[in-house]
């Protein structure tokens, strides 16, 4: 089998192996680390969460480069709307279709059979392939267990980027506003406090607040995603509880206590104007097990980050990508990944690289140009090469 053969079947079965939060990644973990084993990784390890890591020994054993994509998907929603069976990877034209094929399983299979290409013809440092579990539910928080393992000097997140080099991302909040009222019998309200009036306000008020914008990330974005009341159905009960999440896009050097303090400042300018009104704001937590059992309890909130066209990591990231043939083009993620962990947290010099356009992701027939696959094997692989340098 050839490389180009090898890369579409691992894909296809990434693909057939369904990894939705509702069964977990294991199928599709497990798939991924019987190909990194035939193919003569090193220290080929599921840890405790489930992430998978592999790597190929560097010639002089100082550092390492981490290369990661997520395992997870989006479920598919209505699978009738899709033109073929979302978890068989359908070729028609140029084009591959499946669920997660783009987002991201077409780019683990490149990045699997890339650094494979150094086993022969090691750098200077370990290449670590991390296969990271649960960054639909919470990102960054998985794979910060598996740089706690290795330490990397640089990071290459997978995320389609249109082939293009990107080095910049909007952070994600998840917002909970919430109101408390008293109850009572619908039919003499003027005995309850109702929770679900103010909070229309407040949605109002919170919806026109302000955003900062970033030259090149765009604006922030405060935008209400649900209101939840209690009790539901509420049979002739004035609610006493009702909360809205919002969602909140950061730009770089926001932090969770900046988003926590301009909805807070609304909130008390109401409760000043109406102080009967008992209202807070927090960051959501997410509460879930992974595949493996792991309990995770982690805080919803993914910083920004950037890096500098000059930083050493942009420039070297250009020159892999004009070795690998590739245009050198600079862009960001308008999405949320896991280097909100690597570069928002923890300031490891971060890119992101990966075949397919961001706009496949969590979509009915989601699909990835086949030519992007092939051309990611060779972009990773030197990618891998010239951040090893650093």
């Given at each position: ?82 033109a073929s069976d979302p978890y068989v990877m359908e070729q028609r034209g140029t084009r591959l279709y499946g669920r997660g094929v ?154 969770e206590e900046d988003v926590l303090a301009e909805v807070q400042a609304i909130l008390d300018a109401y409760v000043w104007d109406d ?36 930083a050493p990591i942009v420039q070297a990231g250009i020159e892999a990508l004009t070795h690998a043939g590739l245009l050198p083009i ?61």
């Amino acid at each position: 089998m050839s490389e180009h053969e090898g890369v579409v079947e691992l894909t296809r079965r990434l693909v057939a192996a369904r990894s939705d939060a509702t069964v977990g990644e294991q199928q599709a973990v497990e798939v991924a680390r019987a190909a990194m084993v035939e193919l003569g990784y090193q220290g080929v390890k599921i840890d405790a969460l489930g992430n998978l890591t592999g790597s190929m020994p560097g010639s002089a054993g100082t550092g390492c480069v981490v290369l990661d994509g997520h395992a997870d998907t989006v479920g598919v929603g209505d699978a009738s709307a899709w033109a073929s069976d979302p978890y068989v990877m359908e070729q028609r034209g140029t084009r591959l279709y499946g669920r997660g094929v783009s987002d991201m399983k077409g780019s683990i299979a490149a990045m699997i059979f890339g650094v494979a290409r150094l086993k022969d013809d090691p750098v200077a440092c370990d290449v670590v392939v991390s296969v990271s579990v649960a960054e639909e539910l919470v990102e960054g928080y998985a794979l910060g267990h598996v740089l706690d393992r290795f330490a990397p000097k640089a990071v290459v997140i997978g995320e389609s980027t249109s082939m293009a080099l990107a080095r910049a991302q909007r952070g994600r909040a998840e917002v909970l506003v919430e109101t408390f009222g008293v109850p009572a019998h619908s039919s003499t309200p003027q005995l309850g406090r109702n929770a679900i009036k103010p909070m229309v306000t407040l949605v109002n008020l919170l919806s026109n607040l302000p955003m900062p914008a970033d030259e090149l990330l765009g604006p922030a974005i405060l935008e209400v995603t649900d209101i939840i009341s209690h009790p539901y159905p509420a049979l002739s009960v004035i609610p006493e509880h009702c909360m809205a999440t919002f969602d909140r896009r950061m730009l770089v050097e926001e932090t969770e206590e900046d988003v926590l303090a301009e909805v807070q400042a609304i909130l008390d300018a109401y409760v000043w104007d109406d102080p009967s009104l008992d209202a807070r704001a927090s960051i959501a937590v997410d509460r879930f097990n992974t595949y493996t059992g792991f309990q995770v309890e982690a805080p919803n909130c993914a910083p920004a980050w950037r890096m500098t066209d000059d930083a050493p990591i942009v420039q070297a990231g250009i020159e892999a990508l004009t070795h690998a043939g590739l245009l050198p083009i600079l862009s960001h993620y308008s999405f949320c990944t896991n280097g909100s962990e690597s570069a928002g947290r923890r300031g490891i010099p971060t890119i992101g690289f990966g075949p397919g356009d961001e706009a496949e992701a969590h979509r009915i027939d989601e699909s990835l140009e086949v030519s992007h696959l092939f051309a990611a094997v060779t972009g990773y692989e030197m990618l891998a090469r010239e951040l090893a340098r650093l």
